[in-house]
């Protein structure tokens, strides 16, 4: 089940930089949006953090059965697992706030956004920074259930990659929020 879910999780970052690259142009208005492939990409990568979500669940609540059985939880030894689990929650939560917020109407056959003010702009950076708390906590733990080598460099030069999209991501949604405050 482990393998499966590093499975899944290589298929959500793919899909992820995909539609983080694509949402970034259409948000700072260097592309149009409406792409049926943007539109399936984006329920893949929907589908494929669902599964990765219950499983996810499903590891953790075999995990606590154990240290509940065992009688020994050593919370000081298990931050980070447990760091992993409140940013991966929060991601949810996130996630589906973005949902909400991108989904919009159409009007006389045109697409119109909800409203993006200064609590969305807020939110959407949010979810970006636990994305990169989620991703930075379980870049290792990924690599071991993968079989990859591991090599301090290489895990560095993952999260310095993942950083910079990262921060993109952030820069165009305060510039989505600059233009639809001003236009």
């Known amino acids: 089940m482990r393998r499966l879910n590093a499975i899944l999780t290589v298929m959500i970052m793919i899909f992820f930089v995909i539609h983080m690259i694509r949402g970034g142009l259409i948000l700072t208005g260097m592309t149009s949006g409406g792409s049926a492939v943007f539109t399936g990409i984006t329920h893949l990568l929907m589908l494929t953090a669902a599964l990765h979500m219950m499983i996810s669940i499903l590891l953790t609540v075999q995990t606590?059965?154990?240290?509940?059985?065992?009688?020994?939880?050593?919370?000081?030894?298990?931050?980070?697992?447990?760091?992993?689990?409140?940013?991966?929650?929060?991601?949810?939560?996130?996630?589906?706030?973005?949902?909400?917020?991108?989904?919009?109407?159409?009007?006389?056959?045109?697409y119109r956004l909800n409203l993006f003010g200064g609590v969305q702009l807020a939110v959407n950076l949010l979810m970006v920074l636990s994305l990169l708390i989620h991703l930075s906590c379980n870049i290792g733990p990924l690599r071991i259930s993968l079989g990859l080598e591991d090599r301090k460099n290489v895990r560095l030069d993952i999260l310095l990659v993942l950083s910079v999209l990262l921060l993109l991501a952030g820069i165009a949604f305060v510039v989505y929020y600059i233009r639809w405050s001003v236009f």
């Open 64 to 110: 606590v059965r154990a240290c509940i059985r065992s009688g020994v939880s050593y919370p000081g030894w298990n931050r980070l697992f447990w760091v992993r689990r409140i940013s991966g929650f929060s991601l949810i939560l996130f996630m589906a706030l973005h949902a909400m917020i991108f989904e919009g109407d159409v009007e006389n056959g045109a």
